[in-house]
């Protein structure tokens, strides 16, 4: 390989800036040998390529790289995070807006758990948000079924070694008692499988049900079940640490893009983002939310000036 070769991208970086997939999953379709470089097809992705290379992605050209973009979603109950299923189940790709490019999670939500899920079209923005290094709060409004007390949920505060894999302190929150139930605001700074599920399992208690209500800076809001925001470009760059392109692409509105196909399982009553689309109070019940199958407000938030999908307005 030539010097100009040395200095280029490996394959598997630029298939994911073009938001083909991860670049762990991109790997994997190098060596499933989907992927051709210069009318050869590969199955290593140690290469690396330059611009002048001609890429193809089972047998399709490989599109130009759009800018850097990041979305919020709303996830519901009852979608699988991953772009194929081999169960046959919907996912969230499935329910996404027609007009929304080809995206990849940032992180997971299981099927039974709801809330934001950030999305990009940059295999590049998906690591960073998702290294350990950047060490991001994710918060999330949980609902426990018992009548826990605040001590219960010390060894989560301290960490937990649960069948020999170590999971780093959380930050828990008992925030009231609704009947047979408790609602908590739980914190991590890590994505392991089921993390928040099979931690409360071990302290004797079931979660019924997990929202996800930010994700480092950005927030789900008031962003309703199904719907998708993009974020402003530049609160993105700003956030991430990235630098501003030599001439800037015209900027999202932020105005959210509504998914109006069926949710999975029909109506679910009056749950988080779901109702006559009224905005929801947060002044009325962002202390204590979750009254009724309804729960909590998603975007309920404790942290201090983080943006969601927009900028806060200057002013009172």
Known sequence: MDTEKKDGDRIAKVLARAGVASRREAERMIEAGRVSVNGKRIDSPALNVIATDTIMVDDKPLSE??????????KPIGLVTSARDEKGRSTVFDS????MPRVISVGRLDINSEGLLLLTNDGGIKRKLELPSTGWLRRYRVRI????????????????VIGGERFQPMTVTLDRQQGANAWLTIGLREGKNREIRRAIEDLGFAVNRLIRVSYGPFQLGQLKEGEVEEVRRKVMRD???????????????????????????????????QGSGAKHDTKRDTKHPGAGRSGPAPGASSGKGKPRGKPPKRGG
């Open 96 to 99: 996404l807006p027609e007009d």
């Open 65 to 74: 790289p759009e800018p850097p973009r990041l979305w919020l979603y709303h």
């Open 145 to 160: 079924n018992g009548r826990p007390k605040d001590e219960d949920f010390a060894p989560l505060r301290k960490g937990l």
């Open 239 to 273: 956030q991430l640490g990235l630098e501003a392109p030599a001439e800037e692409t015209p900027r999202p509105t932020g105005k959210p893009v509504v998914n109006r196909s069926r949710k999975p399982g029909g109506p679910r009553g009056k749950g988080p983002g």
